[in-house]
């Protein structure tokens, strides 16, 4: 059976559509659950998509081998028979995408299946026996550089180097603990009895690994990765999300989520309790407790499913659920004692989503807003928006008669568009903030409508290379109106598309109560006022500072959109503009004199420089010596805070009566604030806009008279 779908070309808000179903004569039988969702995908990847690839053989065949990739990332399970003997499917995924059956997902599942069997008894049989690092062999870590394994012999010898490179860095780190211990147990182990703890706690990780594997990586899991290898090829954003991610999806971009209230951690296969959030359900149920073991968890009267081994997240994903809705966790106690505990999800809000201020203190007063992503609950008007809360932030600085304001948005990226929209609107007056086009249309102008300002003074936007999106736009616009001086990488990450969410439930009726999931789906392209294009160009800084976090923008995705142009939109700069040439001219004199930046420069060409080599040695002696002049230079890197004078920061007087006695809260504030009194970029922006502010008051001064 054919699905047909029809996609609106313009979607403003999440909305699913239209379906309509046409049979093309394959079979009378409905089609299965895979067969849907592919039908689905396929369709509106070339109906609803802004600038679709042809989904041909061509098409097929890069999705086919990015998804080996994601089966084999270090190409130690599939062989090269296996490759090609599967090769002549790489071209049946379109056909797949359009209605035929899924045979090339069925046929690399089962080999894939196979080969995992099978790997799982070498790794054992290699880690029983000793390594000998006396012998001078090396391995290659760099998979770009390694073929897939020809036969079964040279599988368990890539096995086998990559275990014992594995094993060789443990044996150097107990080795280390060894020569700096004061107890005997530890200081008389002989380096045979290292070795072989070494290889055991090796063992354990990969023990841990393939039970996972085992009781996780089903075919819904693998059926997963195969239908975003064929969507990110299409464009690196469009995502299909199965039932569980996207419900994290839209809890991530709410800012909250039903759960029990509780922060979890892995250690050596058990899932631990790290906290308990006050007032939650778990800390008024009142049994669970930190370092309490979660052994089991169970949905309401269902069986209990055991999560000893399970990563966080996905332990995560069955501890959550729907408000009023019940978990039952089986808890080992740190007494020994084991028992049943029931929690009724409710609501829980992630304070660490939204926006939060600070005072810093100095030459100026200067006021700090961290913003970590544009958050919006799309499914509640009342609840959290960004735009609201840091219209929030602004007045309680401008309470505090704060000189200048630095925006924070290191490591934000992105969310909502009307959020960033109206975020901007805060700092300008009405006016363009960017220009949005469909496939196939004209650009469309989203506007700050209202003709006031809330804050008018000087202000400075950071970011860094993963600073995406929503970010982009508003940086994007505050230097196109000359509003903001922006300081930070080289460049943002260069994502300027925008994307929908779909449901693929809406689209077809299920019937056995079992989701499809959702399809985000890259429709509409965004530019600046100025006319160009954040696509992979980013936003070019105009205090460029060093960073480590280099090369991860969207530039190095071969299935990225191409950068380009519209034209202008109509817009006047600023009353007072930034001079950012001048800004920047006195910050790089500062930073060509700063030790910090000096250490941190030298830091970064290690870092390159270790991003090149391609192999490792196996040798305990060589390996060491290679270590120790890394590690030497890398320890540089430690250090650098050290030569950064500490920022006078300070919570607001009205943000500490919000907290108030609440342990939990104060601890977490005090962290916060501790991570900020040694940033080495928050100095220099610091710097900045002391600078800017020495600028800009006697214009406004002269202004004023």
């Not at 049946?92 to 045979?103: F, M, S, T, V, W």
């Not at 506007?447 to 995406?468: C, F, H, T, W």
């Not at 019937?511 to 954040?534: M, P, V």
Request: net charge neutral; aromatic share 8%; proline share 4%.
């Amino acid at each position: 059976m054919r699905l047909k779908v029809i996609i609106p070309v313009v979607l403003i808000s999440l909305s699913a559509g239209v379906l309509a179903f046409t049979k093309l004569g394959l079979s009378d039988d409905p089609p299965g659950r895979y067969e849907v969702i592919m039908n689905l995908v396929g369709q509106m990847l070339k109906e609803g998509h802004y600038q679709p690839k042809p989904i041909d053989d061509a098409f097929s065949k890069e999705a086919f081998n990015k998804y080996l990739r994601s089966l084999d990332v270090e190409k130690k399970f599939f062989l090269k028979s296996d490759i090609d003997r599967l090769g002549p499917l790489s071209t049946h995924i379109d056909d797949e995408l359009k209605g035929a059956q899924l045979d090339c997902f069925r046929n690399i599942n089962t080999i894939i299946k196979q080969r995992v069997a099978e790997a799982s008894a070498i790794y054992p049989a290699i880690l029983s026996q000793p390594f000998d690092f006396s012998k001078d062999e090396s391995v290659v870590l760099d998979v770009d550089k390694v073929e897939y394994p020809v036969d079964s012999v040279a599988r368990y010898e890539a096995w086998r180097k990559m275990l014992k490179y594995r094993t060789l860095e443990k044996l150097t780190d107990l080795q280390e603990t060894r020569e700096k211990s004061k107890e005997d147990s530890v200081k008389n182990k002989t380096d045979q009895q290292l070795e072989a703890e070494a290889r055991e706690k090796v063992k354990k990780v990969y023990d841990r690994y393939f039970e996972r594997i085992k009781n996780r990586q089903d075919d819904n899991d693998r059926f997963s990765l195969y239908v975003n290898a064929i969507t990110t090829t299409m464009d690196p954003h469009t995502d299909y999300f199965p039932p569980d991610e996207k419900r994290q999806f839209e809890e991530q971009m709410a800012g909250k989520f039903f759960g029990i209230g509780a922060g979890l951690k892995e250690e050596d296969g058990k899932i631990k309790v790290l906290s308990i959030i006050t007032g939650s359900p778990s800390w008024k149920e009142g049994h669970l407790k930190v370092n309490d073991v979660i052994q089991k968890v169970a949905q309401g009267d269902k069986e209990a499913v055991d999560i000893t081994g399970y990563p966080v997240e996905d332990a995560v994903k069955l501890i959550r659920g729907n408000k009023g809705t019940t978990v039952k966790l089986t808890v080992k106690s740190v007494d020994g004692t084991v028992k049943v505990i029931p929690i009724v999800r409710d609501e829980i809000i992630q304070e660490e989503t939204f926006a939060k201020s600070a005072v810093i203190n100095g030459t100026h007063k200067i006021g700090y807003i961290y913003l970590p992503e544009f958050y919006s609950d799309f499914n509640d008007r009342n609840g959290a928006r960004c735009a609201a809360d840091v219209a929030k932030e602004v007045a309680k600085l401008k309470a505090e008669k704060v000189e200048g304001i630095i925006l924070d948005l290191r490591f934000n990226g992105g969310g909502s568009l009307p959020e960033v929209v109206e975020m901007a609107g805060l700092f300008i007056p009405e006016g363009p903030v960017v220009q949005v086009r469909s496939r196939g249309g004209d650009a469309i102008v989203l506007r700050d409508r209202d003709k006031s300002v809330q804050y008018d003074g000087p202000l400075a936007i950071m970011v860094n290379e993963y600073s995406a999106s929503a970010s982009e736009i508003l940086a994007a616009a505050m230097q196109d109106y000359k509003r903001a001086v922006i300081i930070g990488s080289q460049q943002t990450f260069g994502k300027g598309t925008v994307q929908r969410l779909f449901s693929l439930d809406d689209f077809y009726p299920v019937k056995d109560g079992q989701s499809l999931g959702a399809l985000k789906l890259t429709q509409q392209k965004f530019y600046r006022a100025n006319g160009g294009s954040t696509q992979l160009k980013g936003v070019s800084s105009d205090i460029v500072l060093p960073d480590p976090y280099y090369e991860v923008s969207e530039r190095k995705d071969s299935d990225a959109l191409a950068w380009d142009e519209i034209p202008k939109s109509n817009y006047e700069i600023w009353s007072n503009p930034v001079n950012a040439e001048t800004l920047k001219k006195s910050s790089e004199k500062r930073m060509a004199n700063s030790a910090a930046f000096k250490l941190l420069n030298e830091n970064l060409a290690t870092l390159k420089k270790l991003e090149k080599q391609e192999s490792y040695s196996l040798n305990l002696a060589t390996y060491k010596a290679e270590q120790k002049v890394n590690t030497a230079a890398l320890k540089k890197y430690d250090t650098v805070n050290d030569k950064v004078k500490e920022l006078n920061i300070s919570s607001m007087k009205v943000d500490l009566d919000k907290i108030g006695n609440d342990t939990t809260k104060i601890a977490r504030n005090k962290d916060w604030l501790k991570a900020r009194t040694k940033d080495i970029y928050l100095d220099e922006a610091v710097n900045v806009m002391n600078d800017l502010i020495a600028q800009t008051l006697p214009k406004m001064q002269r202004k004023q008279q």
